[in-house]
């Protein structure tokens, strides 16, 4: 992982971008990994599994969205921070 992506700001961006007990479609996680990098000028593009850099996740599972069954993953908790602190 690019160590500009794991600095305490990125972090915090991220911690306010995601929610703690919710599923995440993998295109929901790049999607705002993506906003969040270019927002901080990093050339890297992201991967669903890279929200595991910032939180505990669980397996990757199938979810039902609109009709469809995209994978992803729930987050468990925050890496960084106590989880009781992100809500």
């Not at 911690?15 to 479609?25: A, H, K, V």
Request: glycine fraction near 2%; proline fraction near 5%; avoid cysteine.
């Amino acid at each position: 992982m690019n160590e500009k992506a794991i600095s305490f700001p990125i972090i915090e961006a991220v911690l306010q971008s995601f929610r703690i007990d919710r599923d995440y479609t993998e295109k929901e996680i790049t999607d705002n990994l993506t906003k969040i990098y270019q927002s901080f000028e990093i050339d890297k593009q992201p991967k669903a599994k890279d929200i595991n850099e910032y939180f505990e996740i669980s397996i990757r599972k199938t979810m039902k969205r609109n009709n469809q069954f995209p994978k992803g993953y729930k987050l468990l908790k925050a890496k960084f921070l106590p989880s009781k602190d992100i809500k």
